[in-house]
């Protein structure tokens, strides 16, 4: 019984990403992803920066973060200075406390990288939360029905 609701969720996904304007502003994240609201993404979030900066092996984080820096290296001079100019304002609108915080914080850091980077991370905290049962698929593809 489970098997044919995982075809069509997968044929409905699949689907979508060919008709849907808000799956085509996604790219590489997963359209479950994509149809939640910002609660839900944050939780998302949460759980892959977890997984992410406590359950890889230093190996893998290397070699994502390798990958960051010469995404870096390859910008031209002008992306280079647009790309520092965004995290500096990032950093200066955060709060004193949250920058003190990270001023000790550990490499790696999940906020570190870029979307496409962070969408496995959030598909493999997608798919605990719905193998858990806290993601309702139905709910999903009643949004993803929504977008056509």
Request: charged share 30%; hydrophobic share 40%; proline share 5%.
């Amino acid at each position: 019984m489970r098997r044919p609701g995982l075809f069509s969720f997968a044929f409905l996904a699949a689907t979508l990403l060919s008709v849907s304007p808000r799956a085509q502003e996604a790219g590489v994240q997963d359209v479950r992803y994509v149809v939640l609201g910002d609660d839900d993404k944050h939780v998302i979030d949460r759980i892959a920066a977890d997984f992410y900066e406590h359950d890889l092996r230093p190996s893998q984080n290397g070699q994502i973060e390798a990958a960051t820096a010469a995404a870096y290296i390859a910008l031209s001079p002008e992306e280079r200075v647009r790309f520092r100019e965004e995290r500096r304002a990032l950093w200066r609108d955060m709060p004193a406390g949250t920058q003190m915080a990270l001023r000790d914080c550990k490499k790696p850091r999940y906020g570190n990288l870029t979307e496409a980077q962070k969408a496995p991370f959030r598909r493999h905290a997608l798919n605990r939360l719905s193998a858990s049962g806290f993601i309702d698929d139905a709910a999903i593809e009643d949004m993803l029905r929504g977008d056509i």
